[in-house]
C-alpha cells in the first residue's frame, strides 16, 4: 500500500466513524439545528420560521449535507481502493451500506427519524461522488 492510499484509507475511516457514530446520533440533530438556525438568521431575515420557504430551505440544507458526506465518503474511498476492478460497485455498496446503517442507528435516538428517502439520498450522493471521482 502506498502513501498516498495509506492516507485516503485513514480519511475513510475517520468520515466513516463520523457517519455512523456522529450522524446517528441526538447530538448531530442538535447541532445541525443550531448551525442552521444560526445561519438562517444571517441570511435569511427576512423569511419568518413559519413559512413553507423556510421550511423547503431548511429542507434542502439537511439533504445536502447527506449528499456532501456521502459525496466526500465516495471521492476518498476511490483514492483508497487505486487498484480494483469495477471499484465503483465497491463504492456504491459502502455508500449504501454505510447509509442504511446510520438511518437503522437513529432509531435507539429520541428526536431523530430513520427513514428509507435518507438512505436513498445518501446512494446518490455516493454516485455524485464516483461521477466527479471519475471525472478528475
Not at 446520533?25 to 439545528?33: F, H, K, P
Not at 448551525?35 to 413559519?50: C, E, H, K, V
Request: net charge positive; aromatic share 14%; charged share 10%.
Amino acid at each position: 500500500m502506498n502513501d498516498r492510499s495509506w492516507i485516503a484509507w485513514r480519511c475513510v475511516a475517520g468520515v466513516w466513524i463520523g457517519i455512523i457514530f456522529f450522524s446517528s446520533t441526538s447530538l448531530a440533530s442538535q447541532w445541525c439545528e443550531a448551525a442552521f438556525g444560526y445561519f438562517s438568521r444571517l441570511l435569511l431575515r427576512q423569511l419568518p420560521p413559519s413559512s413553507s420557504s423556510y421550511d423547503w430551505i431548511h429542507f434542502l440544507a439537511d439533504k445536502g449535507l447527506h449528499v456532501t458526506l456521502f459525496c466526500v465518503l465516495a471521492i476518498l474511498l476511490w483514492q483508497a481502493l487505486a487498484n480494483i476492478s469495477r471499484k465503483w460497485i465497491t463504492i456504491l455498496a459502502c455508500g449504501a451500506v454505510v447509509g442504511s446503517c446510520s438511518e437503522f442507528l437513529q432509531r435507539f435516538f429520541p428526536g431523530r427519524d430513520p427513514a428509507i428517502r435518507d438512505v436513498l439520498i445518501n446512494i446518490g450522493g455516493t454516485a455524485l461522488g464516483i461521477g466527479v471521482s471519475q471525472a478528475l
